[in-house]
T-cell receptor, first 114, second 112 residues
Framework: DADVTQTPRNRITKTGKRIMLECSQT?????MYWYRQDPGLGLRLIYY???????NKGEISDGYSVSRQAQAKFSLSLESAIPNQTALYFC?????????????FGPGTRLLVL | GENVGLHLPTLSVQEGDNSIINCAYS??????FIWYKQESGKGPQFIID???NMDKRQGQRVTVLLNKTVKHLSLQIAATQPGDSAVYFC???????????WGAGTKLIIKP
C-alpha cells in the first residue's frame, strides 16, 4: 500500500462549489503539506502543518483552508471554487519540518473547476 | 524576486547517453538544493540533494553539481535509460528553513 494517499484522484466541480481534498499517510510523519502544480510553474506551497495543533499558510493560501484531523490526515478545502484553481494538487509529508528533510508525495488530485 | 528556473523546458536524449539538466537560482541565501523526479501520473520523488558547502555530490547514476559563483545547479544522469523519462524539478530553501522554492521543471525525453 502507498505511504501517502490522496482522494479523490480526479474531480470536476463547478464555480462556487465547496470541495474537499483528502490526504492520509502511514509514514508516521508529523509534518504534512499541500501543494498545487500548474504547468510551467512548478510546485507552490498552499499550507503546511507541523503537527495537529500547528497550521501555517504557505505561498498561495488565499481561497483555501485546511484541517489536520489527526497526525495521519490533512485535508484541503476550496471554500468557493473558481476556475483558476484548476490544477494538480499534491499532499506531502516529512519527518521534520526543515526544508532539508525529504518530502514524500502522494499521487496527486487533478481538479477541474468549470 | 526569488526565482528558481530551468534553462530548457524539454530535453531529448538518446538512450545510453548522459543527460544534463540545468537549474538557475537567484537567492544567495539558499544553502540547500534538491532534485526531485516526477514520473507521469505520480507525485515527485526525491533523487539527490546538496548543501552549499559542497560543489559535487554523487548518487547512483546521478551527480549534482553546484556552482555558487554563477548560482547554477545541474543534475547529471549517466547512461540514460527509458525509466529516466520524467519531469525533473530543482528546489532551493531560499531564506526559509521550512519551505522550498521549486523550479518550473524540465521534461526529459529518452529517444530509443
Amino acid at each position: 500500500d502507498a505511504d501517502v494517499t490522496q482522494t479523490p484522484r480526479n474531480r470536476i466541480t463547478k464555480t462556487g462549489k465547496r470541495i474537499m481534498l483528502e490526504c492520509s499517510q502511514t509514514k508516521g510523519h508529523d509534518r504534512m503539506y499541500w501543494y498545487r502544480q500548474d504547468p510551467g510553474l512548478g510546485l507552490r506551497l498552499i499550507y503546511y502543518s507541523f503537527d495537529v495543533k500547528d497550521i501555517n499558510k504557505g505561498e498561495i493560501s488565499d481561497g483555501y483552508s485546511v484541517s489536520r484531523q489527526a497526525q495521519a490526515k490533512f485535508s484541503l478545502s476550496l471554500e468557493s471554487a473558481i476556475p483558476n484553481q484548476t490544477a494538480l494538487y499534491f499532499c506531502a509529508t516529512s519527518l521534520s519540518g526543515r526544508a532539508q528533510e525529504t518530502q514524500y508525495f502522494g499521487p496527486g488530485t487533478r481538479l477541474l473547476v468549470l | 524576486g526569488e526565482n528558481v528556473g530551468l534553462h530548457l523546458p524539454t530535453l531529448s536524449v538518446q538512450e545510453g547517453d548522459n543527460s544534463i539538466i540545468n537549474c538557475a537560482y537567484s537567492n544567495s541565501a539558499s544553502d540547500y538544493f534538491i532534485w526531485y523526479k516526477q514520473e507521469s501520473g505520480k507525485g515527485p520523488q526525491f533523487i539527490i540533494d546538496i548543501r552549499s558547502n559542497m560543489d559535487k555530490r554523487q548518487g547512483q547514476r546521478v551527480t549534482v553539481l553546484l556552482n555558487k559563483t554563477v548560482k547554477h545547479l545541474s543534475l547529471q544522469i549517466a547512461a540514460t535509460q527509458p525509466g529516466d523519462s520524467a519531469v525533473y524539478f530543482c528546489a532551493e530553501n531560499g531564506d526559509s528553513n521550512y519551505q522550498l522554492i521549486w523550479g518550473a521543471g524540465t521534461k526529459l525525453i529518452i529517444k530509443p
